[in-house]
Each structure stands twice: as structure tokens, then as C-alpha cells.
């Protein structure tokens, strides 16, 4: 965890986006010694909006499957695939 205070944010920009770029990982401001803010490259911030994205998705399927929504096994989708191909080709 990187930790710098709103002071270096301020007179050292450049050398904290380089830091921000570098690592791929936030970086912690603090104000008069207290969490104030949270700086990230966009590269970092998209990431971790993809991964969020992606546990919402699992977690909207879990849910479902729970509520007893049908499930189908590779098998399932090979076979129903397979037919759809050789449907189209024929």
C-alpha cells in the first residue's frame, strides 16, 4: 500500500502518476495525517471496474440458479452447439 500526503500530491504530481502508472495500484492521499483520498491510473481503475463487473455477473447468475433457474452441463451446450452446426451446414 502506497501512502502519500496531499502536500507531495500537490508540488510532486508527476512523480506520483508515474507511481500510480508503475505499480497498477492505488495510491493513498492523506490530508493533515488522515485518509482523504485514493488515486489510481485509469488503466488500474478499469481493471478493477472489469473484475467488479465480472463478480456481479457471476454472483447475478448464482442467485438465479439458486432460485431454481435450469443449468446446463458442457455436454448440454457441446451437444445443442454440435446440433446447430449441423443444422447450418446441411
Known amino acids: 500500500m502506497v501512502i502519500k500526503s496531499s ?16 505499480t497498477d495500484e492505488p495510491i493513498f492521499i492523506t490530508k493533515n495525517g488522515e485518509g482523504d483520498l485514493v488515486v ?16 456481479a455477473k457471476i454472483l447475478e447468475a448464482e442467485a438465479e440458479r439458486l432460485a431454481g433457474a435450469p443449468t446446463y452441463s458442457t455436454d448440454d451446450i457441446r451437444s445443442a452447439l454440435k446440433r446447430k452446426y449441423d443444422h447450418a451446414r446441411a
Open 7 to 22: 502536500t507531495a500530491l500537490r508540488s510532486d504530481y508527476n512523480s506520483i502518476s508515474a507511481l500510480a502508472h508503475e
Open 40 to 55: 489510481m491510473s485509469t488503466d488500474a481503475y478499469e481493471g478493477m471496474t472489469r473484475a467488479l463487473n465480472v463478480r
